[in-house]
């Protein structure tokens, strides 16, 4: 573990050293990628620093206690050699955590699309519940949240409400909402008061550098229309709406949540990178047999990740049977202590040995 520690406290330093040249300093993209590896090291060299110093107290101390005749002092001495030697100990302990492998993506901005699955005009309005859920979790976070298409209802519900949110850490956080969410609430659609179960479901794309997804201009076809639906009249008569269509793969993105063509562009390049990033991965995760990717698959409620009752106030995740009866602050974003038990039972199954888990 030392050797491991010490390669990576000197590649943290060689990181400084690269991001000092003048050459780097103006190339924004080997700026961005070295400044995100050196973020995913730092956590790792603190506390690493933090163990040596408290193993130099160990030291330190017990070679004094061997050269100290005052009874007195050799106590305290000893004292002091038993409280280093604990931090010692925990602080071995947190590393070993650190160590654990992490998902290259974590650092990484993302896309999530929330869509209306099982339930109609209440499960587009369990879409917006979710959205606003995210936005205000993001906000506490100090993350930026970015819309960048949707399809409302008539109601004030999402049939579909695709979405960036930019932010230190975000795709870490973010990751464990990939799935299928099911909603049980007499929705206020039904006259009679009757409870019923709907379904939204969410994927979450780690954001692709330009450099790592390449866009080849032969390769996209690029139209621009007018906008549709509510927004005014320029947005309405101004060819502002990209579709973008990648012909190697077939994926399409249509953004017009923009008045300014080069903004929605911008946009459309930016998720056609991420879903074509997304392909990449489970390609490279199929062939090596490495975790399923599948957040979404059909969209059935069987299918849950989380269930959300509001008669009772309860949100239960199912991965890793955890149950909170909080549901109100839940939805109001704050999403941190089930985000962290998840993250926990991950490092717990890799700490133990485990392979394939379902709360990543």
Do not use: C
């Not at 050459?23 to 603190?46: G, N, P, W």
């Not at 179960?197 to 866009?215: F, G, K, N």
């Not at 392909?279 to 490495?290: F, R, S, V």
Request: net charge negative; proline share 3%; aromatic share 4%.
């Amino acid at each position: 573990m030392i050797d491991r520690l010490e390669a990576i406290a000197k590649r943290y330093r060689e990181i400084d050293s690269e991001m000092a040249r003048p050459d780097v300093a103006t190339d924004h993209e080997k700026l961005t990628r070295l400044a995100r590896e050196q973020r995913s090291m730092r956590e790792i060299v603190a506390a690493y620093d933090a163990f040596r110093r408290a193993r130099g107290e160990v030291e330190s101390a017990r070679e004094l206690v061997r050269h100290e005749k005052d009874s007195e002092m050799q106590e305290y001495l000893r004292s002091e050699e038993r409280r280093a030697a604990e931090q010692v100990a925990e602080l071995e302990e947190r590393l070993k955590v650190l160590l654990l492998p992490k998902d290259p993506n974590d650092e990484r901005d993302v896309v999530v699309e929330i869509q209306g699955a099982e339930g109609g005009e209440e499960a587009a309005l369990f879409a917006a519940d979710l959205f606003r859920m995210y936005a205000r979790w993001a906000e506490k976070k100090g993350w930026k949240v970015d819309v960048v298409d949707s399809s409302p209802t008539g109601m004030g519900g999402y049939d579909k409400i695709e979405f960036e949110v930019h932010g230190h850490g975000a795709y870490s956080q973010l990751k464990y909402e990939g799935g299928v969410h099911r909603v049980q609430r007499v929705p206020k659609t039904e006259a009679q008061g009757r409870l019923h179960t709907s379904a939204a479901t969410v994927a979450v794309l780690p954001e692709a550098d330009p450099v790592e997804v390449e866009l080849k201009p032969e390769d996209l076809e690029i139209k621009a229309s007018t906008s549709t639906g509510p927004g005014g009249q320029s947005v309405n008569t101004t060819y502002s709406a990209i579709r973008i269509t990648h012909k190697p793969t077939g994926l399409v993105v249509s953004i017009q949540d923009e008045k300014s063509q080069l903004q929605n562009r911008e946009k459309a390049l930016r998720v056609l990178r991420a879903r074509l990033y997304e392909m990449k991965l489970a390609e490279q995760q199929e062939a090596i047999g490495a975790q399923r990717r599948g957040m979404v698959r059909t969209g059935n409620r069987s299918e849950k990740i989380r269930t959300y009752n509001f008669k009772q106030n309860r949100v239960t995740d199912h991965r890793i049977n955890l149950t909170l009866h909080k549901l109100d602050q839940v939805l109001n974003g704050d999403l941190d202590e089930l985000v962290s038990a998840l993250a926990g039972a991950e490092r717990a199954a890799q700490l133990n040995g485990g392979g394939d888990q379902s709360a990543t």
